[in-house]
């Protein structure tokens, strides 16, 4: 996969994880790579920017003595979802029509 592709679905990935409640890095990473590799590696540049762009937040809690960083998905993350979702409707159109013309469907233009 092209990886400004796979980028950019994996910061989605990352936002619709936090839809379901606040989490930290590990579980993230845990939950994401059920459907789609993650490492901690691109992990947390990926949460940098998130954050930067004020798609997530973050607050940290002492757990077993450490620190640990959890994110929280903001109005404007659950509104780049939206905005991926129907990009990606553009893109099965796109798909869907690389897809009929390999397989030797005809051209619609006239």
Not at 13 to 37: F, H, M, N
Not at 65 to 80: A, M
């Amino acid at each position: 996969m092209d990886i400004q592709l796979k980028r950019g679905i994996l910061e989605v990935c990352v936002l619709a994880v936090l839809t379901r409640g606040d989490s930290y890095g590990y579980q993230i990473i845990k939950d994401v790579s059920e459907y789609i590799e993650i490492s901690e590696s691109t992990l947390y540049p990926i949460l940098r920017r998130l954050e930067s762009g004020k798609l997530v937040s973050f607050y940290s809690i002492e757990h077993n003595g450490r620190l640990r960083k959890y994110y929280s998905i903001t109005e404007l993350g659950r509104q780049r979802i939206d905005e991926f979702l129907e990009e990606w409707k553009e893109l099965l159109k796109v798909y869907n029509f690389i897809t009929k013309m390999k397989d030797g469907g005809e051209n619609d233009q006239n």
